[in-house]
């Protein structure tokens, strides 16, 4: 079964940056598309970015521009790096699969805030 961990979160002043990473326990390979996900208290769940196996890349309007999304199939590993982040990105963040039921991770807290 997949398992994934995020991890890289922290606190960090706006305008920053921060580096999170995703780790998966089988071949990424095999899982397909991957994205980021991400859920503030008291709203619902939104998909951030994703990415493909081949590395075509998309991105929520929020966040286009200051976040890139990457991935390293040799090392099974998926990053984000969050550029000039702002206080309404903060959330727990999440990479998940596309369209592929696994359990969801234990996510890693985001806070922007100076």
């Known amino acids: 079964q997949v398992q994934l961990v995020e991890s890289g979160g922290g606190l960090v002043q706006p305008g920053g940056s921060l580096r999170l990473s995703c780790a998966a326990s089988?071949?990424?390979?095999?899982?397909?598309?991957m994205g980021w996900y991400r859920q503030a208290p008291g709203k619902q769940r939104e998909l951030v970015a994703t990415?493909?196996?081949?590395?075509?890349?998309n991105y929520a309007d929020s966040v286009k521009g200051r976040f890139t999304i990457s991935r390293d199939n040799a090392k099974n590993t998926m990053y984000l790096q969050m550029n000039r982040p702002k206080p309404e990105d903060t959330a727990v963040y999440y990479c998940?699969?596309?369209?592929?039921?696994?359990?969801w991770g234990q996510g890693t807290q985001v806070t922007v805030s100076s």
């Open positions: 998940h699969p596309i369209g592929v039921g696994v359990p």
């Open positions: 089988v071949s990424f390979l095999s899982i397909g598309a």
């Open positions: 990415i493909t196996t081949g590395g075509i890349t």
